[in-house]
C-alpha cells in the first residue's frame, strides 16, 4: 500500500503560477504509475496528467497542455505538478493518486488508480 499527502495548494490569481506536491509513503514508490486529478465544485473528479514508474512516459489532459508538467523524484518519493499560467477553470480541488504496474495507454479513468489523497485547493482568481 502507500500513502499520499499532496500540498502546495493555495489561492493566486489568473496568469500565476503553484507547483502542487504529493508526498508517498509505504513500499516501492518506484513501483507506481502516479497521476494527478481535480474536481470543481458540483463536477465530476477530472484526470489533469499521469506519469509512469520512471517518469519516462506522461498523460495529459488537453486543456492543460502545455501549461503543466508532472514529474516525480522516486528519490524522494514525491510526485509534482507544475502549473503555470494558471485561469479560473483552474479551481478546483487536486488530488494525487497511485497505482501499481506501469502506466497504461488512456490511463485517464478515476477507476484506473487504486490510491487517493486527500486533496488540496487551488482557488485562482480573475
Known amino acids: 500500500q502507500v500513502q499520499l499527502v499532496e500540498s502546495g495548494g493555495g489561492l493566486v490569481q489568473a496568469g500565476d503560477s503553484l507547483r502542487l506536491s504529493c508526498a508517498a509513503s509505504?513500499?516501492?514508490?518506484?513501483?507506481?504509475?502516479m497521476a494527478w486529478f481535480r474536481q470543481a465544485p458540483g463536477k465530476e473528479r477530472e484526470f489533469v496528467a499521469a506519469?509512469?514508474?520512471?517518469?519516462?512516459?506522461?498523460l495529459y489532459e488537453d486543456s492543460v497542455k502545455g501549461r503543466f508538467t508532472i514529474s516525480r523524484d522516486n528519490t524522494k518519493n514525491t510526485v509534482y505538478l507544475q502549473m503555470n499560467s494558471l485561469t479560473p477553470d483552474d479551481t478546483a480541488v487536486y488530488y494525487c493518486?497511485?497505482?501499481?504496474?506501469?502506466?497504461?495507454?488512456?490511463?485517464?479513468?478515476?477507476?484506473?488508480?487504486?490510491?487517493w489523497g486527500q486533496g488540496t485547493q487551488v482557488t485562482v482568481s480573475s
Open positions: 493518486a497511485a497505482d501499481p504496474g506501469p502506466l497504461r495507454v488512456r490511463m485517464v479513468r478515476v477507476y484506473d488508480y487504486d490510491y
Open positions: 509505504g513500499r516501492a514508490f518506484s513501483s507506481y504509475a
Open positions: 506519469i509512469g514508474r520512471s517518469g519516462g512516459s506522461t
